[in-house]
């Protein structure tokens, strides 16, 4: 039997890691930027952090390079200089993988597209709203011949999905409205609302119920294959069958928590997109033969992918701050093509010009993980 089917996914966590949220998450966003607890691979490593947090290990190039140009629909040509990627590991927190600036730009563009386009409007992804409003996924479908040869003629990921469903195909101002199961208890949202400030969270694959703590015991919808392909060519020791995507604004947390619903130990994956974050993991004294408890703090920035494996597949962790105005302004535009981009304004206009700049106070994160052995 895998070790985290002995774990209680109630159990409320250690109050040394409660303290370490809390502080993160009264800390000022000058004080992050020179807090020496912080681990910040922009920033580099202090002497005495990289005596704990080291390289460990590296992801070579190519395999970085194929898993992203097969999701992205083949290019002529990648569009970042070859570079081995480095994996670091904390000392505290064996098992613990961090891994800075794993998926390069335009992967980060096309993954977040693919997320919150077509994947999102596929109504057997639960959301966190429609607990309470039925969503419009009729209304998910505008015609491309909206805007005649904006992509010319040249096949993309982003021509493909102009003829695919996207909440992001209602204009912010439509009338368009979620209408409340129970009207007595809530009210109506428009699709501004809803995408805005709504919309907290949504489920790939294995649709975890959040009342009962497990997965239902019915078949689940198929993870998407071009997602999995992408997470398993990087992480082969794990196999995707269910995610989290979590979407964040300032101010918004994730409490601290424990994901161990699953049936399996394999390793969790977890990518960022967007806003930086602070993250923090650690173990209580419980966890860990009376020991001090450890935890640590690291500043997630996009593109940067967080692995727990092992003994860290059962720490506790959430993030106590979303930093904001900090999405590099490559990715801030979403879902408008940036200005700065050479795809941008072909044929003088931009499909979703209305919702320009959508991206740019958000964070983005992808959580996977396997659910059986």
């Not at 904390?90 to 077509?118: N, V």
């Not at 699709?191 to 078949?219: H, M, N, V």
């Not at 059962?314 to 490559?330: D, E, M, R, S, Y």
Request: charged share 25%; proline share 8%; aromatic share 10%.
């Amino acid at each position: 039997m895998a070790k985290i089917q002995a774990l209680d996914a109630r159990q409320k966590p250690p109050d040394s890691v409660k303290a370490s949220y809390k502080f993160y998450q009264k800390l000022s966003l000058e004080a992050i930027s020179t807090d020496p607890a912080i681990i910040d691979f922009s920033r580099g490593l202090s002497t005495d952090q990289a005596k704990n947090c080291k390289r460990v290990s590296q992801i070579p190039d190519d395999t970085v390079r194929l898993a992203c140009l097969q999701f992205s629909h083949p290019r002529s040509e990648a569009s970042w200089p070859p570079r081995d990627i480095a994996v670091f590991e904390h000392g505290q927190i064996p098992g613990l993988f961090l891994i800075p600036s794993l998926i390069p730009q335009q992967t980060q563009q096309d993954l977040l597209s693919r997320l919150l386009h077509e994947t999102l409007a596929d109504k057997r992804h639960k959301t966190n709203v429609n607990a309470h409003h039925r969503l419009p996924y009729h209304a998910t479908h505008r015609a491309s011949s909206t805007v005649p040869g904006l992509w010319g003629d040249a096949p993309t990921l982003e021509s493909s999905l102009l003829h695919n469903p996207s909440f992001f195909n209602v204009f912010p101002e439509s009338p368009q409205l979620l209408l409340p199961l129970d009207p007595s208890t809530h009210e109506a949202i428009t699709i501004s609302q809803f995408l805005r400030r709504k919309l907290r969270w949504f489920t790939l694959g294995g649709q975890y119920d959040w009342t009962e703590k497990a997965y239902p015991k019915e078949s689940s919808p198929p993870f998407p294959e071009d997602i999995a392909d992408l997470a398993h060519s990087i992480f082969p020791e794990m196999r995707p069958e269910a995610a989290i995507v979590n979407i964040y604004s300032p101010g918004d947390t994730l409490s601290v928590h424990r994901d161990v619903s699953e049936e399996s130990d394999k390793g969790l994956i977890s990518i960022s997109l967007g806003c930086d974050c602070i993250f923090i993991a650690g173990f209580g004294n419980e966890d860990d033969d009376g020991k001090d408890p450890a935890y640590l703090a690291v500043r997630l920035r996009s593109g940067d992918a967080v692995y727990m494996s092992g003994k860290a597949r059962f720490a506790w962790h959430g993030v106590p701050q979303v930093i904001p105005k900090t999405c590099p302004l490559w990715l801030s535009e979403w879902p408008a093509t940036s200005r700065h981009s050479t795809n941008s304004q072909r044929g003088g206009m931009d499909f979703y010009e209305s919702w320009r700049g959508w991206m740019s106070d958000k964070r983005v994160n992808l959580n996977i993980r396997q659910i059986k052995d």
